[in-house]
């Protein structure tokens, strides 16, 4: 259940790993909002390698997809995800989804470029037509194209925001209505704080992995 008050400020720990990353995180949100249509399916790939793997290992496995000119001629790519080099969970699965999606990279980018959807729209119909795209990776990848005011709510997410009192209790699964009340609460927290929700995100995951990644 989602907490009816926002926490008046962020606990210190935040606030000193947001003054010692924030010039990185706004490079990095600056890039999102920089990157080229012609890049947005490989980013779109990209999220479908990294939910329960690692980001540099989707990494290192889109850039073998690249130089193998994936997109351009979708081929079996399980090899190079259960490559234990840069092994990706899953790797049969998502394999069938990253052929489905490169094949379909035309109607993709008709709905991505389609400037009468705006991103929360977008989103909807990612998550219909891409298989391997729920509510969380379909947001990770909007906002690693500039989408803005659309939260990725993952566990690691929760427990934050469970810590800040934006929620009281970790929900045990997400629908589609629950995402977007956490969603609501996540951008009023941020609000609360002075800070875009896409800050607050990034701030969150940097402090989970160190750095500040995609």
Same mark, same amino acid.
């Given at each position: 259940?989602?907490?009816?008050?926002?926490?008046?400020?962020?606990? =210190?720990?935040?606030? #000193? %790993?947001?003054?010692? /990353?924030?010039? $990185?995180?706004?490079?990095?949100?600056?890039?999102?909002?920089?990157?080229? #249509?012609?890049?947005?399916? +490989?980013?779109?790939?990209?999220?479908?390698? !990294?939910?329960?793997?690692? $980001?540099?290992?989707?990494?290192?496995?889109?850039?073998?997809?690249?130089?193998?000119?994936?997109?351009?001629?979708?081929?079996?790519? !399980?090899? @190079?995800?259960?490559?234990? $080099? %840069?092994?990706?969970?899953? /790797? +049969?699965?998502? &394999?069938?989804?990253?052929?489905?999606?490169?094949?379909?990279?035309? $109607?993709?980018? *008709?709905?991505?470029? *389609?400037?009468?959807?705006?991103?929360?729209?977008?989103?909807?119909?990612?998550?219909?037509?891409? +298989?391997?795209?729920?509510?969380?990776?379909?947001? %990770?990848?909007?906002? +690693?194209?500039?989408?803005?005011?659309?939260?990725?709510?993952?566990?690691?997410?929760?427990?934050?925001?469970?810590?800040?009192?934006?929620?009281?209790?970790?929900?045990?699964?997400?629908?589609?209505?629950? @995402?977007? =009340?956490?969603? =609501?609460?996540?951008?009023?927290?941020? *609000?609360?704080?002075?800070? &875009?929700?896409?800050?607050? *995100?990034?701030?969150?995951?940097?402090? #989970? #992995?160190?750095?500040?990644?995609?």
């Amino acid at each position: 259940m989602v907490h009816r008050t926002i926490a008046p400020s962020l606990p =210190e720990e935040y606030a #000193e %790993h947001y003054r010692r /990353h924030a010039e $990185a995180i706004r490079a990095r949100l600056l890039e999102f909002r920089q990157i080229p #249509e012609s890049e947005y399916l +490989n980013e779109l790939l990209f999220c479908l390698l !990294t939910p329960g793997s690692r $980001a540099a290992h989707a990494e290192q496995v889109m850039a073998a997809l690249r130089a193998r000119g994936f997109l351009e001629r979708p081929f079996d790519p !399980t090899p @190079y995800l259960r490559d234990p $080099a %840069h092994y990706i969970r899953f /790797h +049969n699965q998502k &394999a069938r989804r990253l052929v489905a999606a490169a094949s379909n990279g035309a $109607a993709i980018m *008709d709905a991505l470029t *389609d400037r009468a959807l705006d991103w929360r729209a977008r989103r909807v119909w990612l998550v219909e037509h891409v +298989n391997g795209l729920g509510w969380k990776e379909a947001s %990770h990848f909007l906002r +690693n194209i500039g989408a803005q005011n659309l939260a990725i709510i993952d566990r690691h997410i929760l427990k934050h925001l469970l810590r800040c009192g934006a929620i009281d209790a970790m929900p045990k699964a997400l629908t589609r209505r629950g @995402y977007a =009340e956490i969603e =609501e609460r996540f951008a009023a927290l941020a *609000d609360r704080m002075g800070l &875009a929700l896409q800050e607050l *995100d990034l701030l969150f995951w940097s402090f #989970e #992995e160190g750095s500040v990644r995609k």
